[in-house]
Antibody, heavy 123, light 108 residues
Framework: EAQLVEAGGGLVQPGGSLKLSCVASGFSFSGSAIHWVRQASGKGLEWVGRIRSKANNYETSYVASVEGRFTISRDDSEKTAYLQMNSLKSEDTAVYYC??????????????WGQGTEVTVSS | DIQMTQSPSSLSASEGDRVTITCRASQSISSYLNWYQQKPGKAPKLLIYGAINLQSGVPSRFSGSGSGTDFTLTISSLQAGDFATYYCQQSYSPPPWTFGQGTKVEIK
């Protein structure tokens, strides 16, 4: 069974940095993109960014609100994806989920999700 | 970026009721529309993908329809375990794959 497990969340001061990890098992990690989605307390879901597979040149994309501050990377040998978050702001406070998307001829969707890791940006 | 607008933002319903949630995209997204269910403290769960396709293991009382800009999630007979928040998401290239703001289904 596919599983994603996030780690690395915690309390960080504004302007600080934090690196989240997402460890995968039960599916072909190297052939899959990995997405990051976040959710502030009591709010909706926000798609943060993605990293594609080696076959797609590890292409990354980000939502405008984190572009230039967040970096997604991956280590296929460790079946792990990372979300490096720099210059953190209070509005980055949220639960961060990683997900594994699936795309076919006429649809793309987030099939598997981790349990989430909580990030709090506060002084 | 493509904007997704769900309505209503919340609704109250009883077990056995038929419930309909709508989602509108700011531009045509063909059938690249997914629906998720989220319960408090849990990760979202995929219900419907490609606008109309039921994810494996999801009860048949859930159904999706629509294409282009207007989409609908229908629960034919609401059950106790269906009280949750529902999100639509567009996955029409390129990223970001934006979500609607959510619809909270509460017990009447």
């Amino acid at each position: 069974e596919a599983q994603l497990v996030e780690a690395g969340g915690g309390l960080v001061q504004p302007g600080g940095s934090l690196k989240l990890s997402c460890v995968a098992s039960g599916f072909s990690f190297s052939g899959s993109a990995i997405h990051w989605v976040r959710q502030a307390s009591g709010k909706g879901l926000e798609w943060v960014g993605r990293i594609r597979s080696k076959a797609n040149n590890y292409e990354t994309s980000y939502v405008a609100s984190v572009e230039g501050r967040f970096t997604i990377s991956r280590d296929d040998s460790e079946k792990t994806a990372y979300l490096q978050m720099n210059s953190l702001k209070s509005e980055d406070t949220a639960v961060y989920y990683c997900s594994s998307p699936v795309c076919n001829s006429d649809s793309c969707y987030e099939e598997y999700w981790g349990q989430g890791t909580e990030v709090t940006v506060s002084s | 970026d493509i904007q997704m607008t769900q309505s209503p933002s919340s609704l109250s319903a009883s077990e056995g009721d038929r419930v309909t949630i709508t989602c509108r995209a700011s531009q045509s997204i063909s059938s690249y529309l997914n629906w998720y269910q989220q319960k408090p403290g849990k990760a979202p769960k995929l219900l419907i993908y490609g606008a109309i396709n039921l994810q494996s293991g999801v009860p048949s009382r859930f159904s999706g329809s629509g294409s282009g800009t207007d989409f609908t999630l229908t629960i034919s007979s609401l059950q106790a375990g269906d009280f949750a928040t529902y999100y639509c998401q567009q996955s029409y290239s390129p990223p970001p794959w934006t979500f609607g703001q959510g619809t909270k289904v509460e017990i009447k």
